[in-house]
């Protein structure tokens, strides 16, 4: 398997944390849980056609879209007394015609319509079928995808809109109490067909949140207990018309391009997205893309037997298409074709069976939303209004008690490590808006969830448990770790308090350690950078990998099967630049002799950055003071005793240098066996640390602010795991 080698700040710890709502929302609509709703049965036909007529979706498409809504059956086939579609007949056969043509062939969009028993409340559904689904993390033959519009018979009102994302792990895209005057539009995005809503007055662009006087396109549950997320609803929505950029990848069956293989003569390169939107794969840049174009609009399809003045005063071209009952394709019993290549890369010390992606689409007359809509309701709020309004659609409460002890949902925001200029040049970080939409993977689903709204990712119906989660995005190193999936939480936050920075591939360093040579059992490993604070946290099972920026200076956390804790120094500054092998941890330890030992390495690189610092100060001159930071005592020294700011840096330095010979006597007591010496060496350790506050107030003055920045949060960390040290259940 290979390996993955505008800034607005985000607040790192305000990223997440819970959702409103997400009990609900992070069931409903779920594989593997059906609601007691009631059974639906046929419309009348004559009901069916006219609403059919009504509400027949005007789409939006992407300027770059090849697989527009098409009939499947001219590339029908008889197998083994079946009638089935093959993958590579419809897609040659699709672009033959349509080169041959010039414009999209057989224009066409199928409809169903069910009500629910007992009830005024009916469903129409529109179904688009494509030749090809071409998305960077999931691709494949044939591609379905569905508009719910729910209906009261009663006042003849639409209820509910629901246009389907990329699975059932991604919450759809949906608008409660629609305008039943305005027609239903659709912004499919490219490639992938998934379905966005547009009921604002800018017929193709997606807005995520009302502003301006602008109707927001969702009414999907909010995420309104996060300050930087105030008010973001939970749905997929369209990345690339939200200003987010997002790469496409070039498909791949047995190790080559798909327009490469014999069997589709009809289909080239120029055939798939185009290549200003696509990279050869994701590991092909050594950073993210800043330069793919946004989303501009195309061609637009309205029902053939309807005017749409709206879209023809929008778009250059207006295509009309033909509207079939799809009762007409239910002898299709399959839509067939071969497994299409994507791996997701995960850190090679971590690396296990990463699954590969679907073959295919289903039968949409199969699937059980296809008798039972409100299955395909992803937002909680949804659901509850449904339910409040008719009997035949079953309680929010009893259907999230059912469902929530098997399923739970897993939240997280992808941002990007970047350097802070708080730091010391190359050696702090901070966490900034990604730019590029990743995509997320876990071990348990086939299927990877694009993140939405610049990074965020949310997974639906997650079974209870362990599982291993992997993030990839273009030009960026993978991030990969194991978290648990409880029952009794609604949502599990990946990452550390629900976000998960991610490197420039160009940027990356990794860094591994392993307890196969050690006397411990690591159960669990944690990445701390100086300024951006904890940046990785996960469950290991004895060894782990994980991808750090360069730029970035590191305590690294281990724990054991006991909860003891050990701690590492990791600064890629200290290493050499030149090479590219993995910073590896050597025979990790826990208790308080490792602990010591990390205390003593940060109090020496700071020392010797600061020793740097006075050594290119204005004329280094002699300012020994005759303090002795090395004893106990309370004496002048440099910050005290009035000598100027290089008097008082080169008093910190004393300092520091005492902190690290009490550290080191700390190692060395506890490694003896010696309790009560390490005891009170590690109190003689936080003396000196105290010292080392006391000096770095008076010498901010002489030093560089990074480094006076850096040095006082180093002060805090080394403190934190002082007091680790004498907590500690063994030396």
């Known amino acids: ?68 809504p098409t009939d499947p059956r001219p590339y029908a086939t008889e197998e083994d007394g079946e009638t089935v579609v093959d993958g590579f007949a419809a897609f040659d056969g699709y672009h033959e015609r349509f080169d041959e043509a010039g414009e999209p062939p057989d224009p066409t969009v199928f409809y169903n319509g069910v009500r629910y028993e ?65 027609v239903p539009r659709i912004l499919p995005e490219l490639g992938s067909h998934s379905s966005t809503l547009s009921v604002n007055e800018i017929p193709d662009r997606f807005q995520r949140v009302g502003e301006e006087g602008i109707l927001a396109d969702i ?30 990848v070039v498909p791949e069956y047995e190790g080559a391009p798909i327009y490469e293989h014999p069997d589709l003569p009809s289909v080239t390169e120029e ?10 794969s994701l590991d092909a840049l050594r950073s993210p893309p800043t330069d793919l174009p946004l989303r501009e609009t195309g061609i637009a399809f309205r029902h053939a037997d309807r005017e749409d003045a709206l879209a023809d005063e929008t778009v250059d071209e207006v295509v009309g298409y033909e509207l079939v009952e799809s009762a007409e394709l239910e002898d299709i019993a399959a839509f067939t074709g071969p497994q299409l290549s994507f791996e997701f890369a995960v850190p090679e010390a971590v690396e296990d069976a990463v699954a590969s992606h679907i073959t295919t689409t289903g039968v949409p007359w199969e699937q059980p939303r296809y008798e039972s809509p409100a299955l395909d309701v992803t937002a909680g709020n949804h659901r509850a209004e449904l339910a409040a309004r008719y009997d035949a659609i079953a309680d929010d409460e009893s259907f999230g008690a059912e469902a929530a002890g098997a399923l739970d949902a897993v939240v997280a925001r992808v941002t990007r490590a970047t350097e802070t200029d708080e730091a010391p040049d190359g050696e702090g970080l901070t966490t900034t808006d990604a730019g590029v939409e990743s995509f997320v993977l876990i071990e ?26 992997t993030v990839n995005g273009a030009g960026r190193a993978p991030h990969s770790e194991e978290l648990t999936v409880s029952a009794d939480e609604p949502v599990t936050a990946a990452g550390v308090d629900g976000e998960i920075p991610l490197v420039a591939s160009e940027d990356a360093r990794k860094v591994e350690l392993s307890d196969a040579e050690s006397d411990v059992d690591l159960t669990r490993t ?16 004895g060894s782990d990998a994980a991808y750090v920026h360069a730029g970035g200076a590191y305590t690294t956390e281990v724990r054991d099967a006991d909860d003891e804790v050990g701690a590492y120094r990791v600064n890629p500054a200290t290493e050499a630049a030149e090479t590219e092998e993995p910073i590896r941890i050597e025979r990790p330890e826990t208790g308080a002799a490792p602990l010591a030992g990390y205390v003593a390495d940060v109090a020496e690189e700071t020392r010797a950055a600061v020793a740097a610092a006075a050594a290119e100060s204005d004329g280094g001159d002699d300012d020994d003071d005759g303090s002795d930071d090395s004893g106990g005592g309370s004496g002048g020294g440099g910050g005290s005793s009035g000598g100027g700011p290089s008097n008082a840096v080169n008093g910190l330095e004393r300092a520091l240098a005492a902190a690290v010979d009490a550290a080191e006597r700390a190692e060395e007591r506890a490694r003896e066996g010696d309790g009560e010496g390490t005891e009170r060496q590690l109190a003689n350790v936080l003396d000196r640390i105290a010292r080392i506050e006391e000096r770095l107030a008076a010498a901010r003055e002489g030093l560089p602010p990074g480094l006076a920045n850096a040095t006082g949060k180093r002060v805090e960390q080394a403190t934190r795991r002082v007091e680790q040290a004498q907590n500690a259940g063994k030396l």
């Open 444 to 469: 348990s689903d086939p299927e990877a969830v694009p993140t939405f709204a610049g990074g965020i990712a949310v997974a639906n119906g997650v079974p209870e448990g362990d599982h291993r989660l």
């Open 526 to 541: 944690a990445i701390e950078d100086d300024f951006a604070g904890r940046i990785y946290d996960s469950a290991i099972d």
């Open 1 to 68: 398997m290979t390996e993955e080698p505008g800034r607005r700040t985000v607040d790192r710890r305000t990223v997440l944390g819970a959702l409103a709502g997400a009990g609900s929302a992070a069931v409903a609509g779920c594989s593997g849980s059906e609601p007691d709703d009631a059974a639906t049965g046929d419309l009348d036909s004559d009901r069916l056609d006219e609403l059919a007529a009504r509400f027949a979706p005007t789409l939006y498409f992407d300027s770059a879209e090849p697989w527009f």
């Open 118 to 182: 007992d009830s005024p409340l009916a469903v129409v559904q529109f179904w688009f079928y494509s030749a090809f689904d071409q998305f960077t993390a999931n691709f494949h033959w044939h591609d379905w995808e569905v508009l719910h519009v729910f209906v009261d018979l009663d006042t003849g009102d639409p209820q509910l809109y629901v246009a389907s994302s990329h699975s059932r792990s991604v919450p759809n895209n949906e608008f409660l109490d629609p305008d039943p005057d305005v």
């Open 271 to 280: 055939s798939l997205v185009d290549g200003a939107l696509t990279v050869r």
């Open 219 to 248: 009414t999907n549950t909010t995420i309104d207990t996060v300050e930087d997320l105030l008010g973001i609803p939970i749905a997929y929505g369209l990345p690339r018309d939200e200003g987010a950029r997002l790469p496409f």
